[in-house]
T-cell receptor, first 110, second 114 residues
Framework: KNEVEQSPQNLTAQEGEFITINCSYSVGISALHWLQQHPGGGIVSLFMLSSGKKKHGRLIATINIQEKHSSLHITASHPRDSAVYICAVRSPSRNNDMRFGAGTRLTVKP | NAGVTQTPKFQVLKTGQSMTLQCAQDMNHEYMSWYRQDPGMGLRLIHYSVGAGITDQGEVPNGYNVSRSTTEDFPLRLLSAAPSQTSVYFC?????????????FGSGTQLSVL
């Protein structure tokens, strides 16, 4: 079993819909990152969380340390949000190595 | 600023050939790392460096060598390529590698080993 599990694997939405992507992890962490990977492009860091909630534009990230769970929400989704969203954790028990989820592929249709 | 620059973007090798993937950053970051990304799996750490002259192994180091002679450059060497090394490779950097730091990624290298 992977230490970082994301759901769903694939997600198709209509423009304007509210999107939720989930991330569960099984190790103790010092930080959780949400990343965005566009087709054919590199990877961009969206958020780094160690507790609570962060918001940037239409993106909101939350984390529940006790439940070992994080969510990434996109409000008023747009076709340009189509990308792979990756959850990653840093674990002190693993020398602060990052462990990555397999990603959620989001497609937003106009 | 260029950020993190990776070259080449694409490469095809035959089994047994050697090559070097280049990674350079212009942000004066101490921490640099190499990852591979395979279908259906998360990114996995190959090697990392916390400063010039200092490198260490990650989760999947076998078949790869690294060196860090300058702060800016962190090349990844495949000494004898194998089909199992077919993957997309990403270089990343951050200031010190501390847990609360954002990682900056290169645009990736798609490598096929035949």
């Amino acid at each position: 079993k992977n230490e970082v599990e994301q759901s769903p694997q694939n997600l198709t939405a209509q423009e304007g819909e509210f999107i939720t992507i989930n991330c569960s992890y099984s190790v103790g962490i010092s930080a959780l990152h949400w990343l965005q990977q566009h087709p054919g492009g590199g990877i961009v860091s969206l958020f780094m969380l160690s507790s609570g909630k962060k918001k940037h534009g239409r993106l909101i990230a939350t984390i529940n340390i006790q439940e070992k769970h994080s969510s990434l929400h996109i409000t008023a989704s747009h076709p340009r949000d189509s990308a792979v969203y990756i959850c990653a954790v840093r674990s002190p028990s693993r020398n602060n190595d990052m462990r990555f989820g397999a990603g959620t592929r989001l497609t937003v249709k106009p | 600023n260029a950020g993190v620059t990776q070259t080449p973007k694409f490469q095809v090798l035959k089994t047994g050939q050697s090559m070097t993937l280049q990674c350079a950053q212009d942000m004066n970051h101490e921490y640099m790392s190499w990852y591979r990304q395979d279908p259906g799996m998360g990114l996995r750490l190959i090697h990392y460096s916390v400063g010039a002259g200092i490198t260490d192994q990650g989760e999947v180091p076998n078949g790869y060598n690294v060196s860090r002679s300058t702060t800016e450059d962190f090349p990844l060497r495949l000494l004898s390529a194998a089909p199992s090394q077919t993957s997309v490779y990403f270089c990343a950097s951050s200031w010190t590698g501390a847990t609360n730091e954002k990682l900056f990624f290169g645009s990736g290298t798609q490598l096929s080993v035949l």
